[in-house]
């Protein structure tokens, strides 16, 4: 259930996209048009929403109007057979004219009222001359020659488009989208003049990522999932694939505060990110979301979320905190089949296997005989004994977890079946059990966690590192 806590949150925060303040009054006149009903929509990170609906008045004219203020952004006009076009709110009051024909509402538009819009159709119109140039040549040349000679050609001239429509509309919010998903120049060079190594190229594009991107406004939410939801997503699911937590931590951290300003963008971070490490089947990157809420939702920095909400995570990352690889696995006592009570501290070996699972549970009926025969290959050469807990110790139950072990075979001298009903400690709390198979690898000289989140595979891919450490 704690798993999907915040995506729940998540689904709220397009609902943010207005503010109780001036109002709007957008008119959108299309001639030749019959719909009886056009939509207004927005952006909103990687999904699109409608926010409003206007009525045709019989000669193509369409007024959206409302008492709330539009918040910043890329919105779009559509109907029921797909046609569309986007138009920017952005520094001007939401208070103008659209009109266009309907044989192409994008290249006929026309603006009254609005400089950003102005730019932006002018803009978008001389893109469309090239595009169109393209898809002709495309049709007219063979594919081979396309690629070589006219695509890399037209690539180009887009490119100038867009650095020349930058410098001469610095500060409207068609120059600052096309800007944001730009990497930034990486130096070759030391200011000492020294060549940088790739490492130190590496280091500093991560630093300076976001650099083009205003995060600190909130209108970069409201775009196309491109330019900022995928943005985000590269980083960190690309740039940072393999990073420790330790250098995750401070990069996600600068991301977050650099968009403070921006409530939205801020917001919508600080809750992605923390779902995205909660739900992350990487098992040193628990550490990453323990720090995000104890970071964030501990310290007060989590608006427009129940208390109890918040309550529940920090307490959730609190109890993480205690159970993160590195750290010293809690002492259990339990009972074994035959009544024998068993300390996971005085475990026989060099490590532990720790496991809660129950054969009620479908995934366990076919992780933990996998697990067991990986178990069983390497139990004596590096000296691994097992530590595995019945989760649901109830008469009907219990005979089935015997039954388990005897249809699979699990006899191995070292690997102890416990009984969960009896235990020093309530283990569910301080394991923070809710779902299962859980498996942990413990180390036996100091009692900490090696490994977890453990499969079969997994398992045996740090056995055999242990095996070569050992050799």
Not at 221 to 226: E, F, H, M, S, V
Not at 422 to 443: H, K
Request: aromatic fraction near 12%.
């Amino acid at each position: 259930m704690k798993k999907n806590l915040l995506f729940i949150l998540l689904l709220t925060v397009p609902m943010l996209a207005f503010g109780a303040k001036k109002g709007y009054k957008i008119t959108f006149r299309v001639d030749g048009n019959s719909d009886s009903l056009i939509y207004m929509g927005y952006y909103h990170a990687q999904n699109r929403y409608f926010c409003d609906s206007a009525v045709n008045n019989g000669k193509g004219k369409f007024v959206f109007e409302g008492d709330k203020e539009l918040s910043p952004g890329l919105y779009y006009f559509t109907n029921n057979h797909d046609r569309f076009v986007e138009f920017v709110v952005y520094h001007e009051p939401p208070r103008f004219t659209l009109h266009t024909d309907n044989e192409n509402w994008m290249l006929r538009m026309t603006v009254k009222d609005s400089r950003e819009n102005e730019l932006f159709f002018n803009f978008k119109r001389a893109e469309e001359v090239y595009y169109q140039e393209m898809d002709e040549a495309s049709h007219n040349v063979d594919s081979a020659t396309f690629r070589s000679e006219y695509l890399p050609r037209y690539i180009h001239v887009l490119d100038s488009l867009r650095m020349s429509f930058i410098d001469k509309n610095p500060d409207c919010m068609l120059s600052r989208m096309m800007l944001a998903t730009k990497d930034p120049d990486v130096p070759k060079e030391h200011p000492d003049g020294t060549p940088l190594e790739n490492r130190e190229r590496y280091d500093w594009l991560m630093a300076h990522f976001f650099d083009n991107m205003p995060l600190d406004d909130d209108f970069i939410i409201r775009t196309p999932k491109t330019i900022f939801y995928d943005r985000v997503m590269e980083y960190i699911n690309k740039r940072m694939n393999g990073m420790p937590p330790e250098m995750i931590c401070p990069l996600l951290d600068t991301l977050i505060d650099r968009a403070e300003p921006a409530h939205e963008v801020y917001r919508w971070l600080i809750l992605n990110l923390t779902q995205h490490y909660l739900t992350s089947r990487i098992m040193v990157y628990d550490e990453v979301y323990v720090h995000l809420v104890l970071r964030y939702f501990a310290a007060g920095k989590v608006t427009g979320v129940e208390p109890s909400l918040i309550d529940e995570q920090v307490e959730q990352a609190t109890r993480w905190e205690r159970l993160l690889v590195g750290k010293e696995a809690p002492e259990l006592i339990l009972f074994d089949t035959l009544r024998r009570a068993a300390s996971l501290y005085h475990m026989p070996g060099r490590y532990t296997l720790l496991l809660f699972w129950s054969p009620t549970c479908g995934h366990c009926r076919d992780i933990i005989p996998a697990v067991y025969n990986v178990y069983e290959r390497y139990a004596d050469s590096l000296e691994v004994s097992a530590f595995a807990i019945l989760t649901e110790p109830d008469d009907g139950t219990i005979a089935k977890w015997k039954k388990f072990l005897a249809d699979h075979h699990m006899t191995h001298p070292h690997w102890i079946n416990l009984n969960g009903g009896e235990a020093n400690v309530d283990w569910r709390q301080v394991y923070d059990i809710q779902t299962t198979p859980q498996i942990y690898l413990v180390d036996n000289k100091d009692h900490k966690f090696l490994a977890k989140k453990l499969n079969a595979s997994i398992l045996e891919n740090i056995f055999k590192v242990l095996m070569e450490k050992k050799e």
